[in-house]
């Protein structure tokens, strides 16, 4: 319990969550905005980290009860951190493309590795939201990763083709460019 | 007809009604079919944390639609739209066909 504390980063909250997960038996990986916040070292701070998981959520939460966390409906909130911990129902997809446990990103730190999205699914994700729902912020946040990541464009058109989305794609592309571009 | 499905008759109004209008708020939801709102609110709350729908605010009133975003979104969408072309004439005129057209304020309305 003491491992948490007010100073815990998203990134270690993470990986102590991660790998008290794992050690439980229990594979969940993270996606949504806290990725976008460890891959920008905080550029885009989230409050959230949201894992998705095949386990119960009731399992999960035994497992984490020795961290400290408590359980408020689907949320899991610490005394100590004003971070979030929730594990939205599954299974993990970004449009029709469903992502296998074995084809996402590992992150060490010192506080242990992270199961995430890799920097192409975390750009991928972002857009999805910004395709569906014309959020900027999500598209910022898109580009945010892709500049200090690198992702593969290839992946990202042949995905945006399939999703239908290539203008939207285009757009991505433009604004990466404007952002590349030296001032 | 999908209510066996969907668990209920209330959870089958209210993606039958995201299905056929885009979006909805509860009071809305429950208006259109007479239920109470707080008999919508649950399933829409239900089905919101499964991750089925999705909301956002809009002023004051919190908007649900379908997530576009949820695995299985195209083929619960090509369900709920072979539901509603196979419901019957007067219900779907009764439940599923309200004005969603623009009308300038103060102009009368005639024909709803």
């Known amino acids: 319990m003491g491992r948490i504390t007010a100073s815990t980063t998203i990134e270690e909250l993470a990986a102590i969550v991660s790998t008290t997960l794992e050690a439980a038996g229990i594979i969940a990986v993270l996606s949504g905005g806290a990725v976008v916040s460890i891959y920008t070292n905080n550029e885009y701070e989230s409050r959230d980290l949201d894992f998705i998981s095949s386990a119960s959520t009731s399992r999960i939460a035994a497992a984490i009860a020795e961290l400290g966390f408590k359980r408020e409906g689907r949320m899991f909130s610490h005394p100590s951190t004003p971070l979030f911990v929730e594990f939205p129902t599954g299974p993990l997809a970004i449009g029709d493309e469903l992502i296998r446990e074995t084809e996402v990103g590992e992150k060490r730190t010192a506080a242990g590795t992270i199961r995430l999205l890799t920097p192409t699914q975390c750009v991928m994700d972002r857009l999805a939201a910004y395709f569906h729902w014309n959020d900027r912020q999500s598209l910022d946040q898109a580009v945010m990763v892709a500049l200090s990541q690198g992702v593969s464009l290839a992946k990202l058109d042949a995905w945006a083709r399939r999703e239908g989305m290539t203008e939207k794609l285009r757009k991505f592309k433009q604004e990466l460019a404007n952002r590349k571009r030296p001032k | ?112």
């Open chain 2, 1 to 112: 007809m999908l209510e066996n499905l969907f668990g209920n008759k209330t959870a089958e109004r209210v993606l039958l009604y995201l299905a056929n209008y885009g979006q909805g708020y509860p009071r809305e939801i429950a208006a259109t079919f007479g239920s109470s709102v707080s008999v919508v609110l649950k399933q829409l709350a239900r089905l919101e944390t499964g991750g089925i729908l999705v909301s956002r605010m809009l002023g004051r009133t919190r908007l649900y639609e379908l997530n576009p975003r949820w695995h299985f979104y195209k083929e619960l969408k090509a369900l709920l739209e072979k539901a509603l072309a196979a419901l019957p004439a007067e219900e779907l005129k009764r439940h599923y066909r309200a004005r969603r057209r623009p009308r300038r304020a103060g102009k009368p309305l005639w024909d709803e």
